[in-house]
């Protein structure tokens, strides 16, 4: 059994995925460095493949699911979340279609979204990158669990806003509201919220 998990773990697909996760909380981290249009551009650009991954991640079961820790506290979702609001502040909301089938709609938030798909992905590296098999194990199968249940559908909600931001010629995204590298703490998200 040892084998077979190290052979999942350790498997090209799941190294991808862990990769693309790490690129997106690190484009997260960074990206008051950028600006509101690069931003989208780039998230438009990696949304795409964090699903593909997501999808051919192996199914698997836990072995000890308890052992799964959220590192993500709700103070670091929280900050991530002011700084999305701050970044997409003119073009937040969005209609978001739950059922397409039905034709009540509600307003949903990027910001939201992107913030808990940062959530998921960062548990995931933490204890992925714990080293311990079978932890590593679990981590693929909750990550993949919660991909299927909740944040899937909110990527492709964000990816059909983003598409629609990048390819409307209507879209104004600001191209002037990166802050400089030199004014960027990665330590103190407060400081780097506070800066609009």
Same mark, same amino acid.
């Given at each position: 059994?040892? $084998?077979?998990? @190290?052979?999942?773990?350790?498997?090209?697909?799941?190294?991808?995925?862990?990769?693309?996760? =790490?690129?997106?909380?690190?484009? &997260?981290?960074?990206?008051?460095?950028? =600006?509101?249009?690069?931003? !989208?551009?780039?998230?438009?650009?990696?949304? /795409?493949?964090?699903?593909?991954?997501?999808?051919? &991640?192996?199914?698997?079961?836990? !072995?000890? /699911?308890?052992?799964? @820790?959220?590192?993500?506290? $709700?103070?670091?979702?929280?900050?991530?979340?002011?700084?999305?609001?701050?970044?997409?502040?003119?073009?937040?909301?969005?209609?978001?279609?739950?059922?397409?089938?039905?034709?009540?709609?509600?307003? =949903?938030?990027?910001?939201?979204?992107?913030?808990?798909?940062? $959530?998921?992905?960062?548990?995931?590296?933490? =204890?992925?990158?714990?080293?311990?098999?079978?932890?590593?194990?679990?981590?693929? #199968?909750?990550?993949?669990?919660?991909?299927?249940?909740?944040?899937? $559908?909110?990527?492709?909600?964000?990816?059909?806003?983003?598409?629609?931001?990048?390819?409307? /010629?209507?879209?104004?995204?600001?191209?002037?509201?990166?802050?400089?590298?030199?004014?960027?703490?990665?330590?103190? #998200?407060?400081?780097?919220?506070?800066?609009?």
């Amino acid at each position: 059994m040892e $084998q077979n998990l @190290e052979e999942v773990v350790y498997s090209e697909n799941v190294i991808g995925f862990a990769t693309l996760a =790490s690129e997106y909380c690190n484009l &997260l981290d960074t990206v008051v460095l950028i =600006s509101q249009k690069e931003f !989208v551009d780039k998230l438009h650009r990696l949304l /795409p493949l964090v699903y593909l991954k997501a999808i051919i &991640l192996p199914d698997t079961e836990p !072995v000890m /699911p308890d052992m799964i @820790e959220k590192d993500v506290t $709700q103070e670091e979702w929280e900050a991530v979340y002011q700084t999305m609001v701050r970044k997409l502040e003119n073009i937040d909301e969005y209609k978001e279609v739950l059922d397409p089938l039905n034709t009540d709609d509600q307003m =949903s938030s990027l910001s939201e979204g992107i913030a808990d798909i940062y $959530q998921d992905l960062k548990d995931f590296i933490s =204890s992925y990158n714990m080293g311990t098999v079978e932890i590593m194990n679990d981590a693929v #199968w909750d990550c993949k669990k919660n991909f299927k249940e909740y944040w899937g $559908q909110r990527l492709v909600n964000i990816l059909r806003v983003l598409h629609n931001l990048l390819y409307n /010629p209507n879209s104004n995204l600001k191209e002037d509201d990166a802050m400089s590298q030199d004014d960027f703490d990665p330590e103190n #998200w407060d400081k780097n919220t506070e800066i609009e």
